[in-house]
């Protein structure tokens, strides 16, 4: 099995900065593309960013210039730099990605667990 596991969420003040981090673990043959997603309540979950294998990036109007993806594929992490942030950017970040496992021929869309980021007016 693969998973995906969020860290650096938190509580921030309204022009304040996070950085979100999304790390892939188990038998991963193969890491294709990766993305931020985020849902707020009463929202249904949008899309932030994704990164394809190849690089190359897609990124939503509301976070354009302010919010940055990258990925480290010898750490298969995918990193999230969240600066300027709003208070309408408060909700629970999920990554996600497109997995290879080890004993598979087919990738998989697998999802991480969310992690929360508050931003206070």
Request: a positive charge; charged letters at 15%; hydrophobic letters at 35%.
């Amino acid at each position: 099995q693969v998973q995906l596991v969020e860290n650096g969420g938190g509580l921030v003040q309204a022009g304040g900065s996070l950085r979100l981090s999304c790390a892939a673990s188990g038998s991963i043959a193969s890491l294709y593309a990766m993305g931020w997603y985020r849902q707020a309540p009463g929202n249904e979950r949008e899309l932030v960013v994704a990164i394809t294998s190849g690089g190359s990036t897609n990124y939503g109007d509301s976070v354009k210039g302010r919010f940055t993806i990258s990925r480290d594929n010898a750490k298969n992490t995918v990193y999230l730099q969240m600066n300027s942030l709003k208070p309408e950017d408060t909700a629970v970040y999920y990554c996600n990605a497109a997995i290879r496992s080890a004993t598979s021929r087919y990738p998989l869309n697998v999802w991480g667990q969310g992690t929360q980021v508050t931003v206070s007016s």
